[in-house]
């Protein structure tokens, strides 16, 4: 079973970048699907980004589409998130999430979960 540790949040202003990471343990990093979600205060967890196994596909939400990308280092076990052109309404917990099913946008197939890290957009 893989486990993953995110890293990489904090305190930007709007308009800045951040750049997450998300490493896994295991060494069957390269076939799972990979993706991030985000939970703000008082809301429900949404999708923000997916990478599928080996990176041939990618998949974002329509509110970070043209801001944020995701990719990964299968030799390294782990996966970024690059977000530029950050919003006050990116600040939330963003979550790095695998999945041996797919690479969906739905947070049920996914069946391993990091901690977590927070990232705050002042305006």
């Known amino acids: 079973q893989v486990q993953l540790v995110e890293s990489g949040g904090g305190l930007v202003q709007a308009g800045g970048s951040l750049r997450l990471s998300c490493e896994a343990s295991g060494r069957t990093f390269s076939s799972y699907n990979m993706a991030w979600f985000r939970q703000a205060p008082g809301k429900e967890r949404e999708f923000v980004a997916a990478?599928?196994?080996?990176?041939?596909?990618?998949f974002y939400a329509d509110s970070v589409k043209g801001r944020f990308t995701i990719s990964r280092a299968d030799a390294t076990n782990t996966v970024y998130l690059q977000m530029n052109s950050l919003k006050p309404e990116d600040t939330a917990v963003y979550y790095c999430?695998?999945?041996?099913?797919?690479?969906?946008?739905?947070?049920?197939?996914?069946?391993?979960w990091g901690q977590g890290t927070q990232v705050t957009v002042s305006s």
């Open positions: 990478i599928s196994r080996y990176g041939s596909s990618t």
């Open positions: 999430a695998a999945s041996g099913l797919s690479a969906s946008t739905t947070s049920r197939y996914y069946h391993t």
